[in-house]
């Protein structure tokens, strides 16, 4: 069964950290490109982060560059977000999402290019 599972999100202080895992069962993590996305009722689901699986490189949001990082492990077919100086405005609902090819990890992230997702996992910033 090809499955994506986030780690569990929780509350977290204004200027805290958190670090999100994204595990997958099923397939090779490394034969894929891998996002986060955050979504607030209300508003479109945001692409936060990618790595891209061809080149290695990564991708960050405006809103968060500087205090996200995006990471591999590929012995444990797992993705990280770690993120640092959390604000109230990060407070969402969490997702990773994988996807093959070679424009699913680009500064532009096409939610329809990812073909599978994670549960999702809710992070709140708020003291």
């Known amino acids: 069964q090809v499955q994506l599972v986030e780690s569990a999100g929780g509350l977290v202080q204004p200027g805290g950290s958190l670090r999100l895992s994204c595990a997958a069962s099923?397939?090779?993590?490394?034969?894929?490109?891998v996002g986060w996305f955050r979504h607030v009722p209300g508003k479109e689901r945001e692409g936060v982060s990618c790595?891209?699986?061809?080149?290695?490189?990564?991708y960050y949001a405006d809103s968060v560059k500087g205090r996200v990082t995006i990471s591999r492990d590929n012995a444990k077919n797992t993705v990280y977000l770690q993120m640092n100086s959390l604000k109230p405005q990060d407070t969402a609902v969490y997702y990773c999402?994988?996807?093959?090819?070679?424009?699913?990890?680009?500064?532009?992230?096409?939610?329809?290019?990812?073909?599978?997702w994670g549960q999702g996992t809710q992070v709140t910033v708020s003291s």
């Open positions: 790595i891209n699986r061809y080149t290695g490189t990564t």
């Open positions: 999402a994988a996807g093959r090819g070679p424009f699913v990890c680009l500064a532009t992230m096409t939610i329809g290019l990812y073909d599978n």
């Open positions: 099923g397939f090779t993590l490394d034969d894929y490109s």
